[in-house]
């Protein structure tokens, strides 16, 4: 059994392109599964149930991954085994700010645990409460920063709240190019300098 794979949930977005392309490019090569057109409980059990390997990495299709997440998420992963869940954040520069973030999912104790919504549509809280109660450890690293994410058109914007109305917000008017979004994760390397990250000490910083 592999260790990691990938699995990218999209609704068509045209950054999905370049979410699949981030992870074309990785140093350390993984299977890559492109999930369309599913709705978020649909497309996690399609991750749960196709899944070949001890982890899965849930990549949406407005992240962009810096080219070392894969390797930098092994790590991790090879040292906790046990662990149902491990996280990192995002870099969303078009608000300077780390949000939240990429997630790698056990997949035996994830099945067990399983997904649900909660009264607003989300599927994590739930998910982590779960966790909790049957004993089962995750962890997350707030100061790695893995990968940008990344604006959709206007277009795409508007049907995004649409979809997901409790995230608010506003529709952004200056949008760069996808593939000017996707040279921003090469900006990834001084922020996480900068925080001191262990994606930095244990990854980046070694040529």
């Known amino acids: 059994m592999n260790l990691l794979e990938a699995f990218v949930l999209t609704n ?22 492109v999930v369309r057109n599913k709705g978020i409980l649909e497309a ?9 390997s001890h982890f899965f990495l849930k990549v949406d299709d407005d992240m962009f991954l810096h080219p070392r ?8 992963l ?12 995002l870099w969303e520069y078009w608000t300077k700010r780390v949000i939240e973030c990429l997630k790698a999912y056990n997949t035996e104790r994830s099945t067990k645990v399983g997904f649900k919504k909660d009264g607003i549509g989300r599927i994590d809280y739930l998910f982590l409460k779960n966790l909790e109660r049957n004993g089962f450890a995750y962890a997350v690293d707030a100061k790695s920063v893995v990968a ?4 959709r058109s206007m277009q795409e914007q508007s049907k995004y709240f649409g979809q997901w109305p409790r995230h608010g917000g506003k529709i952004r008017r200056h949008v760069e190019s996808n593939a000017s979004q996707y040279q921003k994760v090469a900006k990834l390397n001084s922020l996480n300098k900068s925080r001191k990250s262990k994606f930095w000490s244990q990854c980046l910083s070694k040529v």
């Open 12 to 33: 068509g977005a045209s950054t999905s392109e370049y979410a699949i392309r981030s992870l074309e490019e990785q140093s350390e090569p993984c299977k890559i599964t």
């Open 148 to 151: 940008v994410h990344a604006l």
């Open 44 to 52: 996690m059990q399609y991750c749960l149930t196709h899944s070949k």
């Open 78 to 89: 090879e040292s906790h085994p046990d662990a149902c869940m491990y996280a990192c954040n």
């Open 69 to 76: 997440v894969v390797e930098f998420y092994s790590i991790f």
